[in-house]
């Protein structure tokens, strides 16, 4: 993905030349499109569009944007953002004992599949901090017990305030976020889920999996919402299993769908590939 462009996304009700109203709004200041995608939810009535265009050329800031966009907007009762590519948003995982999601993260980012800065990692256990500082990330040891647990999040969102930070990835975290907590960063806090949901919510999927005697096991990423594994869905995937696999096996197969499934969802919301709308999303290629 190109370093200098403006990535325009769009949300509205559906109506007859919404493509074209933005396409010429943008010819009219000089962009050069380079990716443009749009979709319908036909039963919620829903426009939905994403548009790339490079940088040089175009004759606007982003607060000149805001302004001169704005009646367009209006007459089309648009909901829209505009992000630009060469800005790093600043991410926080959160760990618990599990490392594999953790570790491919951070694998991910110094090998540069993540274009994103990694201010920092909270866990409520050592185990991680070696492999974190391995690649050169604060490291924050956050206990939580039940009783404690409003102060716990307390010292967690101040971290994260400190920090600046703008994506929370939930890396195998095996505690539930509060309300307060989830309400300071809506569609910001990504999950990932081990069974594919919505089979196997909650505690100890694969577990359940093997006593259902499954013949697929996936992986869920989503948005964390109040409701537990139920926030909008971004990415699954699945591998097959069979009578001969044993929770162990379940466990370790499952591991690698996990990986992927929460860098492949990770990678999109920093592109601005993302939409979320009600518990769904719009995944834009």
């Known amino acids: 993905m190109s370093r200098n462009t403006a990535i325009l996304l769009v949300t509205c009700p559906d109506q007859r030349g919404l493509v074209a109203a933005v396409a010429e ?34 004759d606007m800031s982003a607060a000149d944007f805001a302004t001169a966009f704005a009646p367009l907007a209006e007459k089309h009762a648009l909901h829209w953002r505009l992000e630009e590519s060469d800005r790093r948003q600043r991410v926080a995982i959160f760990a618990s004992r599990y490392d594999h999601c953790l570790a491919d993260l951070l694998y991910r980012h110094r090998a540069g ?30 206990e939580v017990s039940p009783e404690g647990k409003t102060e716990a999040e307390a010292a967690q969102l101040a971290l994260l305030e400190q920090n600046g930070v703008d994506l929370i990835v939930l890396a195998r975290y ?32 694969y ?5 259902r005697g499954v013949k697929i096991i996936g992986a869920t990423s989503h948005y964390v919402t109040d409701t537990l594994d139920e926030g909008p869905i971004i990415e699954q995937d699945v591998i097959r299993v069979s009578h001969r696999d044993q929770v162990e096996n379940l466990i370790q197969k499952g ?17 601005h590939r993302i939409l979320a709308y009600g518990n769904k999303t719009v995944v834009f290629d």
């Not at 200041?29 to 175009?58: C, K, P, T």
């Not at 999950?191 to 505690?203: E, Q, T, V």
């Not at 591991?255 to 592109?271: F, I, T």
């Open 174 to 205: 095996m505690q539930i976020l509060g309300p307060r907590f989830v309400a300071r960063y809506p569609a910001r806090i990504i999950n990932i889920h081990h069974s594919f949901l919505p089979a196997f919510l909650g505690a100890r999927p």
């Open 25 to 58: 709004f943008l010819y009219r200041h000089g962009a050069n499109i380079l990716h443009a995608d749009q979709h319908v939810d036909i039963a919620a009535g829903l426009f939905f569009m994403r548009v790339e265009w490079s940088l040089a050329g175009f």
């Open 255 to 271: 591991r690698d769908v996990e990986k992927m499934v929460l860098s492949r969802a990770v990678r999109w919301h920093l592109e």
């Open 207 to 211: 577990h359940r999996a093997f006593e």
């Open 113 to 142: 599949e993540l274009y994103c800065d990694i201010p920092l990692v909270i866990s409520n256990h050592e185990d991680t901090r070696q492999l974190v500082e391995f690649y050169d990330v604060p490291f924050h040891l956050i």
